[in-house]
């Protein structure tokens, strides 16, 4: 992977702590420009390895001057390599070249009018002005001596700044959020203008690329891959299956704690569609089995992550051996390992196929580590994954498991899948069902009193969680239409036995989450 990425021309964006950073980095790719996201101290050395053809600042919550204010290696300056500094960046660019950074008059949040002064080369074909996001409390007062004015704001006389000789911009508002008009154009015209780099990042390279250096890598080994049917899973196997053919071995899992005849699914998507072979592993009883009289949410997260691991060495076992194990990880899950600014609160433990044993010997290969989302979704698009599931919710690991409020008991399954079917029907035929994150029935031991037909039944509420979301990290209640509500109600207490009750839950996360467990 590394060797073919170093051929690449590349961008590197230097994470001062902005909530943005990211965008910066899906922006230049967006714009055909590798890009990656580094810690903000990472020493020149590192850099001058990498060989990137232009480094960004990204922005940050700091103020140039507070004493503990993080700033980059002084070498990286004198390292030739054009530099775009972004609001925080900007000002480590001003302070860094003797220019004058301080406390604003009027702070500038919101959008605000760019005059630009020079549209040349950072505001090719942008005209005479744009509407730009900005979001700082600090600004250069003094510009630094070899930097000119490239455009103003009202409040905000070098909102832009340019060191033409040295290539070195500082731009005060932010271009990788949408309210700033056109901002990927200025992204593009320092990637591939200033700093030159070839746009050759695009899905289909990556596709090839890849390909090529899973051959390099693997030779006649062979690959173990545990699928969901989920995107990335089914992403990582279609790519191995492209690059190995049969030295890949798919395992799938059923838990019994999917969703409604998802197991027939998957394994007709792996079959029909992809032509990939199987290894269908029906173990519904044992997990069944060892969650038991469980009612504590973590400890049945823990026991699932051991039972998958049990069965997914069975399977090593009786039909190894094999010398790699195939991952689904991120790009995201990648930086937040590496670039982490301090352990985050474990809210809930998210389970992978990690903890296998070690005397499996299995090395691991991560072919998605470099992407987004939505780069893996346009990669999956590309090797023939049906739009049916690229479209479909994202479902936890732990399944129904977090679905299930208490004992996980046959009855309360068969509720949960039953209902969250008919929640997800409803929702397609409304039209809601693309627009919402995730949509389904929960169930607990909360009971109600319903009367069916002339008889009283003590039976099941079921709770209905619909929620908008952009990436999981916060969430909002969807406010479904009465109607739609209603059709789901009557059809919940009506089709599935044992539910009486249906309440639809009207909690955003935070404080709640999404998952009741
Ligand atoms: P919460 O409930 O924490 O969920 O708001 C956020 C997102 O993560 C999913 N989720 C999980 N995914 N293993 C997973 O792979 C887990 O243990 C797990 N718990 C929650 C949840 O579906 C939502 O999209």
Request: hydrophobic share 40%; proline share 5%; net charge neutral.
């Amino acid at each position: 992977m590394d060797k073919q990425d170093k051929k690449m021309d590349e961008i590197v964006v230097l994470d001062f702590g902005s909530q943005y950073s990211h965008l910066i980095c899906r922006r230049i790719r967006e714009a055909n420009v590798y890009c990656e996201l580094l810690p903000y101290n990472t020493p020149a050395k590192v850099l001058k390895e990498m060989n990137p053809k232009g480094i960004i600042f990204s922005g940050g919550p700091a103020s140039v001057y507070a004493k503990d204010a993080p700033k980059p290696d002084k070498q990286i300056f004198s390292m030739g390599k054009p530099i775009l500094g972004i609001c925080y960046g900007h000002q480590v660019l001003v302070d860094n070249f003797g220019g004058k950074v301080k406390r604003a008059a009027s702070r500038e949040y919101g959008r605000a009018g760019l005059v630009i002064d020079d549209n040349a080369d950072l505001f090719k074909s942008l005209g005479s002005g744009i509407n730009c996001w900005m979001s700082h409390g600090d600004a250069a007062d003094k510009v630094p001596d070899g930097f000119q004015v490239l455009a103003h704001t009202e409040n905000s006389q070098s909102a832009a700044i340019g060191n033409k000789d040295k290539k070195m911009y500082g731009i005060q508002f932010h271009p990788e959020v949408v309210h700033t008009e056109r901002g990927v154009q200025i992204l593009k015209n320092f990637a591939q203008e200033i700093a030159g780099a070839k746009p050759e990042w695009d899905m289909q390279s990556f596709i090839d690329t890849t390909i090529k250096e899973i051959r390099e890598k693997v030779g006649k080994k062979r690959v173990l891959a545990a699928v969901s049917g989920g995107i990335d899973s089914t992403t990582v196997a279609a790519l191995l299956h492209r690059a190995i053919g049969d030295q890949l071995q798919c395992v799938f899992v059923n838990t019994g704690l999917l969703r409604q005849d998802e197991e027939t699914e998957v394994v007709r998507l792996f079959k029909e569609h992809l032509d990939i072979d199987l290894i269908y592993v029906d173990a519904e009883k044992r997990f069944l089995r060892k969650l038991k009289g469980v009612t504590d949410p973590e400890k049945k997260r823990k026991i699932i992550g051991e039972e998958f691991a049990n069965e997914f060495v069975a399977v090593a076992k009786k039909h190894g051996p094999f010398q790699w194990l195939a991952q689904g990880t991120l790009y995201p899950d990648v930086i937040e390992s590496g670039v982490s600014k301090g352990p985050a609160a474990v809210i809930k433990t998210h389970h992978n196929v990690g903890g296998l044993p070690k005397w499996l010997h299995l090395k691991v290969i991560e072919p998605l580590r470099y992407l987004y989302k939505d780069e893996v979704r346009k990669v999956a698009r590309l090797l023939g994954v049906p739009d049916e599931l690229l479209k479909r919710h994202p479902f936890p690991g732990p399944g129904l498991a977090v679905r299930i409020v208490g004992e996980i008991t046959p009855e309360k399954t068969r509720i949960a899948k039953h209902a969250s079917k008919i929640v997800e029907d409803e929702l397609k035929v409304a039209g809601y069902y693309d627009k919402v994150w995730q949509a389904y029935a929960a169930v607990g031991d909360d009971r109600a009193v319903g009367v069916l037909g002339d008889e009283r039944v003590y039976g099941h509420i079921v709770m209905i969680r619909v929620v908008e979301s952009v990436d999981a990290m916060t969430a909002d209640w969807t406010r479904l239409p009465y109607e739609v509500i209603e059709r789901m109600s009557n059809r919940i207490t009506n089709e599935v036995e044992g539910a009486t009750w249906v309440t639809y839950a009207v909690s955003s996360k935070p404080p709640a989450t999404i998952e009741p467990q």
